[in-house]
């Protein structure tokens, strides 16, 4: 259940990341389609959808006006994600427990990661601090769903 927990922290961070985290791992192979829709995401154009909605979601999160992440859409929208990505990521028959694991960490640290990340922009500001959050959930995601990307091919 590590990979549902850990997927479950990204999706605490950014809410869209987990599923175009699982759209990356499906089309490699990483992660067996098993879940209803998931074959779509093998589909280039509905993979390239999940990225592209992560990406509005992270540079978003850099303008003024956006929400904070433990608003209700928000907190929602990251416990869909996580469940959906954690069943992706179970093993066979413990799909249920994957996607309340990760369901239920994204909910925890939101309200962490949105604690640590207000101490640090009075410090870094919002720009800077949303990069580096970006960069940290989106590497984590790729790392936890599909290994293959993101280590040495030899």
Same mark, same amino acid.
Request: aromatic share 4%; net charge positive; with cysteine.
């Given at each position: 259940?590590?990979?549902? !927990? $850990?997927? #479950? $922290?990204? *999706?605490?961070?950014? @809410?869209?990341?987990?599923?175009?985290?699982?759209?990356?791992?499906?089309?490699?192979?990483?992660?067996?389609? %098993?879940?209803?829709?998931?074959?779509?995401?093998?589909?280039?154009?509905?993979?390239? @959808?999940?990225?592209?909605?992560?990406?509005?979601?992270?540079? &978003?999160?850099?303008?003024?006006?956006?929400?904070?992440?433990?608003?209700? %859409? @928000?907190?929602?929208?990251?416990?869909?994600?996580? *469940?959906?990505?954690?069943?992706?990521?179970?093993?066979?028959?413990?799909?249920? $427990?994957?996607?309340?694991?990760?369901? #239920?960490?994204?909910?925890?640290?939101?309200?962490? #990661?949105?604690?640590?990340?207000?101490?640090?922009?009075?410090?870094? @500001?919002?720009?800077?601090? &949303? !990069?580096?959050?970006?960069? $940290?959930?989106?590497?984590?995601?790729?790392?936890?769903?599909?290994?293959?990307?993101?280590? *040495?091919?030899?």
């Amino acid at each position: 259940m590590i990979r549902p !927990f $850990l997927i #479950g $922290l990204v *999706a605490g961070q950014r @809410g869209i990341t987990p599923l175009a985290a699982i759209a990356a791992g499906t089309r490699t192979g990483d992660i067996p389609v %098993t879940l209803p829709l998931q074959g779509l995401l093998r589909n280039p154009v509905i993979a390239a @959808g999940t990225a592209s909605l992560a990406a509005a979601e992270m540079a &978003g999160d850099k303008m003024k006006s956006a929400p904070d992440r433990v608003v209700t %859409t @928000g907190l929602l929208v990251r416990r869909v994600t996580a *469940a959906y990505a954690g069943a992706a990521l179970a093993p066979p028959g413990r799909r249920v $427990l994957g996607a309340a694991v990760a369901a #239920g960490t994204a909910v925890a640290s939101s309200y962490i #990661g949105w604690r640590l990340r207000c101490a640090a922009m009075r410090r870094y @500001g919002q720009t800077k601090t &949303g !990069f580096v959050e970006d960069a $940290l959930a989106l590497a984590a995601a790729l790392a936890i769903a599909s290994p293959k990307l993101v280590t *040495a091919r030899r």
